[in-house]
């Protein structure tokens, strides 16, 4: 069996999210060390709401597919929303089960985002 689900490899050889051109209010670099991931997340807060986001990036299919469709849950969404986010709602989307050691991959996107808001 493929490690991997059909929309994680959709998402990672054809991302929507991914070196899209925005006008972000903010920025935030994140890497995971035990991989070598490494993501930027841009993203635009205009009216309290997350109006645009985007990332760029290297790294596996399930980190860059996971910063995808976490454009799709975070975008036109009130930062407080974003904000009270569960990390679970992100690995729910994925559609696959990810374990212990893919964690740190499925979720880098998600901590940045998070700490961008924090800052």
Not at 41 to 69: H, N, P, Q
Not at 100 to 110: D, I, Q, V
């Amino acid at each position: 069996m493929d490690i991997y689900a059909q929309n994680i490899l959709d998402r990672y050889k054809e991302p929507f999210y991914k070196d899209k051109v925005i006008d972000a209010t903010h920025e935030y670099k994140a890497v995971n060390h035990s991989c070598g991931d490494k993501i930027i997340t841009r993203f635009k807060i205009e009216d309290s709401r997350l109006k645009d986001y985007s990332f760029e990036g290297v790294g596996c299919a399930i980190s860059m597919a996971a910063a995808d469709i976490l454009g799709d849950l975070a975008v036109d969404q009130s930062v407080k929303d974003v904000r009270n986010m569960k990390q679970e709602e992100l690995i729910e989307s994925l559609g696959i089960d990810i374990s212990e050691r893919r964690m740190k991959c499925a979720l880098l996107a998600f901590k940045a985002l998070k700490q961008a808001l924090n800052d």
